[in-house]
């Protein structure tokens, strides 16, 4: 069983950049298809990018396509979230999670593994 664990959240200017890690606990994350899911102050979680284990195959909410950017570094095994050009409305908990072969990765229900959250603050 994986833990995904969230660090690199804190505040920053809009703007700014921030890079997201998620860890993995208790196993790697080969195998996994891993995304990064967000929830602001009274709103429901959100989709923010997957990417998938076989193929590497990225996805993108619109709202952060061509400024935030998933990878994977098999070496540290862990997943990260570059985020650049942040706006006031990219504040939020981050949420790393993982699934496997998950049908549908822009979407919540596939992943079985969540972490705790990091929070990201982006000031106007």
């Known amino acids: 069983q994986v833990r995904p664990v969230e660090s690199g959240g804190g505040l920053v200017q809009a703007g700014g950049s921030l890079r997201l890690s998620c860890a993995a606990s208790g196993r790697t994350f080969s195998g996994y298809d891993m995304g990064w899911f967000r929830q602001a102050p009274g709103k429901l979680r959100e989709f923010v990018a997957a990417m998938r284990w076989s193929g590497g195959d990225t996805y993108y909410a619109d709202s952060v396509k061509g400024r935030f950017t998933i990878s994977r570094d098999t070496a540290k095994n862990t997943v990260d979230l570059q985020m650049t050009s942040l706006k006031p409305e990219d504040t939020a908990v981050y949420y790393c999670?993982?699934?496997?072969?998950?049908?549908?990765?822009?979407?919540?229900?596939?992943?079985?593994?969540w972490g705790q959250g990091t929070q990201v603050t982006v000031s106007s």
């Open positions: 999670a993982a699934g496997g072969s998950i049908r549908r990765p822009t979407t919540a229900p596939g992943y079985g593994y």
